[in-house]
T-cell receptor
């Protein structure tokens, strides 16, 4: 069965370190998205991609970057982790308006 | 641009009682509407969606929602809730310009008590 997987599921890192969160989907979707979930804010869009070599900034993109070298993967990089980036991160993919498929999430703690 | 407002951050309800979770949206273009459910420590699961046609849509687990264009609302309802319905519920919209970006509300925590 097709799926979307995120790794790691949990990570603790130190302030100032570079961190990369992985997202891999086997749906063969062109569109992929990264969200962060924080209490009281729901899910906010960080970055998204509509295909290979395409990346776009979302609502809360400062301090984050993505790259899309193939259809299956959209890694999210925190250039220099800050405590404000402690959050739960969700990756999603979609190729139609019928709704996106979400990964299980990565809980990131920056200490 | 679109925005979504979920008016209630938490809704406590007794088991077997009816429930309504409210969602209002704002958009200058036509939109698709969604409700997602998130159980503890899990990802988001699509509950139901409105794309076109009948304004009353039925989803999984006995939930339904009604699209009201004049009131820009998409409220979620269930006639009789179970303990297992305790979860976080998110309303979301995306525009019809094929961008498929989901814009989410802040979520409503449904707490079902015995």
């Amino acid at each position: 069965d097709a799926e979307i997987t995120q790794s790691p599921r949990h990570k603790i890192t130190e302030t100032g370190r570079q961190v990369t969160l992985a997202c891999h989907q086997t749906w063969n979707h062109n569109n992929m998205f990264w969200y962060r979930q924080d209490l009281g804010h729901g899910l906010r869009l960080i970055h998204y991609s509509y295909g290979v070599q395409d990346t776009n900034k979302g609502e809360v993109s400062d301090g984050y970057s993505v790259s899309r070298s193939n259809t299956e993967d959209l890694p999210l990089t925190l250039e220099s982790a800050a405590s404000s980036q402690t959050s739960v991160y969700f990756c999603a993919s979609s190729d139609s308006p019928v709704g996106a498929f979400f990964g299980q999430g990565t809980r990131l703690t920056v200490v | 641009a679109q925005s979504v407002t979920q008016l209630d951050s938490q809704v406590p309800v007794f088991e077997e009682a009816p429930v309504e979770l409210r969602c209002n949206y704002s958009s200058s273009v036509s939109v698709y509407l969604f409700w997602y459910v998130q159980y503890p420590n899990q990802g988001l699961q699509l509950l139901l969606k409105y794309l076109s046609g009948s304004t009353l849509v039925k989803g999984i687990n006995g939930f339904e929602a009604e699209f009201n264009k004049s009131q820009t609302s998409f409220h979620l309802r269930k006639p009789s809730v179970h303990i297992s319905d305790t979860a976080e519920y998110f309303c979301a919209v995306t525009s019809m310009d094929s961008s498929y970006k989901l814009i989410f509300g802040s979520g409503t925590r449904l707490l079902v008590r015995p």
